[in-house]
């Protein structure tokens, strides 16, 4: 008998066990698009559509009928977070209540790249960061910069390149323009550099392939427990090896590039760039706070690489993700092309006659204006926002206003490539590319601040917003009324996870001559 029960009992209790377990795997709480199931939660779900998570999190959110869900992961995991594209939450959580909501001691690990720069710290740090940011970019000198850059990499860069692939007929990857377009420009805004990224050759450039390999190693950080990224950091083994040489070659450009500017500016060469705003001004800082020279922060080589890096990672993809999205709806809706080229032909005849030279070049001040143009603009960032997620940390319990409620710890995705796409929301037309809801009666702007969320809301807006118009701009004027871009068929576009929104395989295209 004693032998019986010694077999017996632990048979038992193990076949229980792998009924219990059987039972959570197949037992689920489904609705069309995520399933709960006993003991794994939804991590299946997250797991399977992981690849494209932005466009995944638009199906639940309209297969449950609501805009918040929740994800859990698998039992005692530890894993739960909120995702919401509900616009009173994002509206509460990034400005409202923005204290209770930081980035978290968990995305600045993930993030530890950026070291200190403004993209990554909380709290003191970031108005330190935010503070010196906004001073380089509000200054009239950053303003007219900017739009002298915009100008000239279009005219000496972009126009000449697409003639020639215009006479060629060749089919080039417009994402990959973008990219150049976008790196060249905020290495010229950011270290007063002419980077020459954006030329006929197409040549390499082991910063801007360094940077791009960054933000995809720290992508792939999301979707692997921290230990184990960790362990393969610690060995310099596998993408985290790779992400280490990344970092080494950004590092020697990048103070590289400060020291040049520090012997620059102390030999009375000024030029104006984000560079040489955060020098001086951190020079007039370390004087004030000389005295309480142990708390203040320094100011040396390496918080302007990180705050450097920061702008550069914030700039760069966002601003071709936007590009690319935009000439892509473009090329697809003829009637709003008709109507931007129309606004153009106006502005155009207006300054020169009806003769036009081609290509033609837009002057940054003018176009800066256009009504139509700056809708359609809107209107493609409010479809595809080059961020498509944001995530937030909660410090303190609250009720959110859809009545969700968020605990301590507890992290938030806010999910803005959805926000656009909710009929309860932007109406039952959501789902177009219609740049008319951005006109009033009058012919105005309409702005629609507490819905539209591609720059972020409240205290941590994006700086590089008039900075973003002011060259997606430029590059939209010069593009569309020089030039018809052709989409080949047969690609299936669609976004692909990542930091910034880009198109999976990015967009294959024929430049023609437009004549207007
Ligand atoms: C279409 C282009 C752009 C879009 C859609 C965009 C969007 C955003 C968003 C959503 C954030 C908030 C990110 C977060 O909190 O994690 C952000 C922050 C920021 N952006 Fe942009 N951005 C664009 C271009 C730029 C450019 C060209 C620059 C300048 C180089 C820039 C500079 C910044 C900075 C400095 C922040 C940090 C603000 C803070 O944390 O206080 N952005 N941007």
Redesign the pocket.
Known sequence: MDNLSNSFIPSIFILFLICFLSIGLFLKKTSKAIDYRLFLGSLPSLVRNSNHLPVWYTEVFCSLGKGSFFIDGPIFSNLKYLVTCNDKNIEYILKSDFNNFP?GPKFKQIFDPLGDG??NVDSDA?KL??RM?HTAFISGEFKVLLSNISGSVVKDQLLPFLVHVAEAGSVIDLQELCSRFAFDV?MK??FGIHANYLSIELPSNDLAEAVAFIQEAILHRFTMPMSFWKLMRLFGIGREGEALKALKIINAHFYEYISQKRINLSNGVKTFD?LSSYIESSSTQEHKTTTTASSSPKYDDKFLRDSML???I???N??A??LNWFLWLVSKTQIVEKKILEELKVLMSSKTGMLFEWPCVFDSNDINGLVYLHAALCES?RLY???PT??KTVLNEVVLPDGSLVKPGMKISLA?YSVARMPWIWGEDCLEFRPERWIDDDGKLKRYDSKF????LG???????D??FT??KAVAAAVLFNFQVQVLEGQNVRPRASITLLMEKGLEVKIQKRVI
């Open positions: 980035k403004i993209f970031w960061q935010r940011a905020n805004a950011i984000l920061s702008l550069v914030a700039g760069k966002a601003l993700s936007g960032l926002p080059p961020i944001n995530s803005f969320f591609p720059f972020n205290p941590r807006t994006c700086l590089g917003k900075m973003s060259h997606l």
